[in-house]
């Protein structure tokens, strides 16, 4: 899931369902400061796009090294 997450384009397929940063700025000063559901969904995926970028490579990589070493 996280692997799913991590790859989502922010231009090509957030922005064009509302949910990238543009509509969380919009969201946000609209209710008032107060974040709403999709306000926390859009900043779990970008944090998780920012923070697990690096260990995902390490992980996805000893993983396809597992696999192809013992099958």
Known sequence: MVNAVAI???ERFL???GWGQQSVYADYS???GEGSVK???IGL???VRTLLRI???IVNTLTILYLFIFG
């Open 30 to 32: 609209q209710q008032g």
């Open 39 to 41: 306000v926390k969904v």
């Open 8 to 10: 989502l384009h922010e």
């Open 45 to 47: 995926i970008s944090a």
């Open 15 to 17: 922005a064009r369902i």
């Open 55 to 57: 260990p995902l490579i």
